[in-house]
């Protein structure tokens, strides 16, 4: 673990059971992430993209500890503590729900209908007893509201007097309120209103950068995170297909998949030609997994090689890795 | 081209609980055959209610205007779809002359019938095909849209098809009626970007094959540049903005469309801050008076755009813009 890391995943597996299978045989399971190796650096915005069914909710949520870890090591520290995920008494994971928050994708959803804004941002506070008057409860709740644009104004009223971006400005507040190190924002801005998703965005990076935070930011959108975040992962089955800085990943993107997603994002010029092969065919079914390379069925320079043995994430650059047997030849 | 459809002055109102609310106010647009329409606004603008009404498919506390006109020239002459009141007269258009498609398809398709026999059940309705027929002509449909092993899949349930090929067998469902106009609300929105591409192309091979125009709505100005021929912006149930796609894309010229553009994160150009639309849109039950995005708009002019509704004025040919920055050009020269 490189010392500016504040969390590291270890071939994390997350595999959930299913029905089915023979009576006295090994349970069949779904293979949710398999073998997932990444490093977020401190203060980094760290971008985790796929498709639905790529795993990266699940990702994000084991980092969180609200995923059962199958194998595989996650690590924290923040330099005041150290902790492996996998192996924390209750104690340590009481502490660790401090120091990790997750903001959700549906505003409308997230925020109890029976609530005001005040109570909605303060119950952290209660819950985990991170204060110890009303009046400093409070305060923190009033000094936050004001970081994420409420007014004082708002704090009496209830969630049904928001529109759907200043619910999510709520969301964020309420989030952020225990001062937590680690954020994953799980598809925060989709469904937002494009006017309102780049108010949103611009919100997350100030507080971000204001205070020192580090964000998982889980989304399918690439354009999203192409603006927002400073490093990128793009998932696909499950396993991890390419990792890079941002800008390397769009300039020079190698794995196949990673291309297709970024040639199947309509482009605001009528006149653009997608050069790239378009995508056939859809995400295999994770009850039957194609042997090989996942990507194997649907990929356009698939070989004998890519259906027999699985890639392994390979360098290409600084911090920029692959997963794909072919990548040399296809760039 | 000929003309397919012309909506005149579509108004719009809905009776609720807390008053009377304007969803639609004053829209009209028109359509060629084999032509797709981009109708593009964000959540509140009133694009699925317009759309909606082109089959007065709206809920009965809908309220038209008396100037509201909406005529679809079918082969054997014009259709006055607002002078359609009863069910069976509807039938000329509802799932006959327009078909729509939705945005979510596990919602759009019965769970406890096979596609198989929805398909069917709607050609027995507006065809006058034997069943035996109405079942080659579903399957041969799930063929075109690309449906692999469509006997198959014809006898399926909605939840054994994947979110991509449930769009396509909704499509399929939709075109097998050969109507002349499809709407299609938000069709690829729920869908991953990569089927998303598929989708699209098929929705253009077949307006090619078929000849029928689309009113494509989406939140999505990228999905418009790819496939629409023009599109109007919507804001609140008003368009204020019209015309071929490439000159409302390429030279975006009310204050609301140029917000928009600004708002989209692109890839072209990672270093261009991401700039908002200050404000919220507003309720509906607070319409703003004059130019209903005066209250968010950057280059608000004063008591004209909060007092005065703007007309349309011609950027170039076809190009129409509803603003008083440039009606005020059109004064001083």
């Known amino acids: 673990m490189k010392r500016d890391t504040l969390i590291s995943a270890n071939n994390v597996s997350v595999h959930y059971p299913i029905n089915g299978g023979k009576l006295l045989g090994p349970k069949p399971v779904v293979r949710a992430v398999e073998n997932v190796t990444l490093n977020i650096t401190k203060g980094s915005f760290f971008g985790l993209v796929g498709e639905s069914g790529s795993g990266k909710t699940t990702l994000g949520r084991a980092m969180l500890k609200a995923a059962p870890i199958t194998n595989g090591i996650v690590n924290f520290n923040d330099g005041e503590v150290n902790y492996s995920l996998s192996n924390m008494s209750s104690k340590e994971l009481k502490d660790y729900r401090t120091r990790s928050q997750l903001i959700f994708q549906d505003p409308y959803a997230a925020l109890s209908p029976r609530m005001t804004v005040r109570d909605i941002i303060a119950e952290p506070l209660e819950i985990m007893k991170l204060t110890s008057s009303r009046e400093e409860t409070d305060r923190r709740v009033r000094e936050i509201a004001a970081k994420c644009r409420l007014n004082l104004e708002h704090l009496r009223r209830f969630p049904h007097a928001f529109s759907g971006g200043q619910r999510q400005r709520i969301s964020i507040a309420r989030a952020l309120v225990s001062e937590p190190k680690f954020v994953v924002a799980d598809e925060s801005v989709a469904a937002l209103d494009v006017s309102i998703q780049a108010d949103v965005l611009n919100l997350l990076k100030e507080i971000q950068q204001e205070m020192g935070l580090t964000f998982l930011f889980i989304s399918h959108d690439l354009s999203v995170v192409a603006h927002i975040c400073d490093h990128v992962a793009v998932m696909y089955f499950g396993r991890l297909v390419e990792t890079a800085p941002t800008r390397e990943l769009f300039n020079n993107p190698c794995h196949p998949y990673t291309k297709a997603l970024l040639s199947a994002i309509p482009s605001l010029d009528p006149d653009a030609k997608n050069l790239a092969q378009k995508l056939e065919g859809e995400i295999p079914s994770p009850t039957n997994p194609p042997p090989g390379c996942k990507f194997q069925t649907r990929c356009p320079h698939a070989i004998d090689i890519c259906r027999r043995d699985e890639p392994q994430l390979e360098s290409v650059g600084v911090e920029h890795n692959v997963a794909c047997h072919r990548w040399q030849e296809l760039m | ?333």
């Open chain 2, 1 to 333: 081209m000929t003309r397919l459809l012309d909506v005149e002055n579509l108004t719009l109102d809905f009776d609720t609980d807390e008053g009377r609310i304007t969803a639609v106010d004053d829209v009209s647009f028109s359509l060629e055959a084999g032509e797709i329409m981009g109708l593009v606004g964000e959540s509140g603008s009133g694009k699925s209610v317009t759309a909606k009404a082109l089959m007065k498919l709206n809920a009965s506390n809908a309220i038209y205007g008396q100037n509201t006109k909406i005529s679809l020239n079918l082969a054997d002459g014009p259709v006055d779809i607002m002078s359609l009141r009863t069910a069976q007269e509807l039938q000329i258009v509802r799932g006959g002359a327009i078909s729509m498609i939705f945005q979510e398809p596990m919602a759009s398709f019965a769970p406890a019938i096979t596609i198989g026999a929805q398909m069917v059940e709607q050609l027995l309705i507006h065809t006058s095909m034997s069943a035996l027929k109405a079942q080659e002509v579903s399957i041969e449909m799930l063929n075109r849209v690309g449906i692999s092993d469509a006997s198959t899949r014809f006898k399926q349930y909605a939840f054994e098809l994947s979110g991509g090929m449930r769009q396509r067998a909704m499509i399929a469902m939709a075109l097998s009626t050969n109507p002349k106009l499809l709407i299609a609300d938000e069709p690829t929105t729920a869908l991953d970007v990569t089927i998303q591409a598929q989708v699209i192309d098929l929705m253009k091979d077949l307006v090619k094959d078929f000849g029928m125009g689309i009113v494509f709505i989406t939140h999505d100005l990228g999905v418009i540049a790819q496939t629409a021929d023009t599109v109007a912006v919507m804001y609140l149930g008003r368009v204020v903005e019209k015309g071929p796609v490439r000159q409302v894309i390429g030279n975006p010229s009310h204050p609301y469309t140029q917000g928009l553009i600004k708002a989209l994160p692109r890839l072209d150009d990672l270093d261009s801050p991401l700039t908002p639309i200050p404000g919220d849109i507003p309720s509906p039950l607070e319409r703003p008076n004059g130019c209903v995005f005066n209250t968010r708009c950057s280059q608000f002019l004063g008591s004209q755009c909060s007092g005065e509704i703007p007309k349309f004025t011609p950027i170039s040919h076809d190009h129409m813009v509803a603003c008083h920055i440039y009606q005020q050009d059109q004064k001083g020269t």
